[in-house]
């Protein structure tokens, strides 16, 4: 058997995650999740921006002083300010350090956003890395903007920036824009043209706002990277980022593709549930994974298929996640899902009253959701 490759998981829900509008968790929220974070075996978790409030920088103080094994991170632009800020947050951290440097790359975000030239962006890439490089652990280096970049001027960043003493480089798809395939493209360029990125972690970010964040991840795992950035639930700026549980669950489906992670994948429905509760953000029900309805079989073939054998329309164990597997009784349930519900019910009923109780239950489901056996048997004797 070959020989497997470790994937990182950077975990950004306590930063880009927070960042979702309407958000705000308290220093203590952030601390509960990032210990929910700790157990589910992240890599690093980003506890947030230290500068941009008093509150997150709290945040990313608690959190450096909660967990132990995983590395500790603050986001921060390409100012002294920010560096500073960051490196005095993470000075009381149990565990590695990092700073997570960030400086647009692309001609829109130079122009209109930074009002720097190319040039200048290149130095301050690089004195931005070498004023923390040597008071935090890590140094991770983002090019914002990176799939909106001229291939050629990113791997000069990346180059100033590893020359400089960055250890990760992020090549993020910033705005959501890439399609799988030129994702994956353009970071086999960038690594093309810059040879350094062969010695360094290599990770992707991405987000979802055509819907494919984890199609774009998974595209630049296979593309080289190896460290990879998600949130719980895909919450995030705009509309969110690539789904931690997504990301992690196609790998381990698809382990013929060689990759592995340090999640412990029984802890995904405790947290995903926490995250919600926390942030105030519902799961949608059909959210992949973690939403209500991810293992849920309403329809009469798929319910008759699920009580033969669950693998006939899953390829996930749900209570692997500290998950289950429901069959909802709705008007498109059958007459063995329904026959099931009745004894699970402590109902006992003969052929000719199963027959008759289920035929009130499809006019009722016709009519209103959800049905109960309980509904459907009111009044009647069984």
Known sequence: MTDRRRIT????????????????????EKV???????????????AGFAISSPS???????VGEAVVRPTVASFARAREEDLDAAVEALAGARSRTRIHVVLGTSPIHMEHKLGLEPTEVLEL????????VDRVDEVEFCCEDATRSDPAFVAEVCTAAIEAGASVV??????GCALPGEYGAFLRDVQER????????????CHDDLGLAVANTLAGIEAGATQV???????????GNAALEEVVMALRVHERLGYETGIDVGEIGHVSRLVSERTGYVVQPNKAIVGASAFAHEAGIHQDG???????????????LGLETTLPLGKHSGRHAFRKACEEAGIRLSEEELASAFQRFKALAGMRTPVTVHDVLEGVAA
């Open 194 to 205: 810059c040879p350094a990125l062969r010695h360094v972690t290599l990770s992707a970010h």
């Open 170 to 175: 992020n090549l993020p798809d910033t705005v």
């Open 32 to 46: 509960e999740i990032a210990l929910a974070l700790e157990r589910l075996g992240v890599d690093v978790i980003e």
């Open 306 to 320: 699920m009580l033969k054998h669950p693998s006939t329309y899953q390829i996930l164990d749900p209570a692997e």
């Open 56 to 62: 997150d920088f709290e945040g990313v103080r608690a």
């Open 229 to 239: 950035e998600c949130t719980i639930n895909g919450i995030g700026e705009r509309a």
């Open 9 to 28: 998981i950077f975990d950004t829900t306590l930063r880009d995650g927070e960042q979702s509008p309407g958000i705000a968790l308290t220093p203590d």
């Open 125 to 132: 890439a690089r004195s931005s890395v070498a004023h923390v």
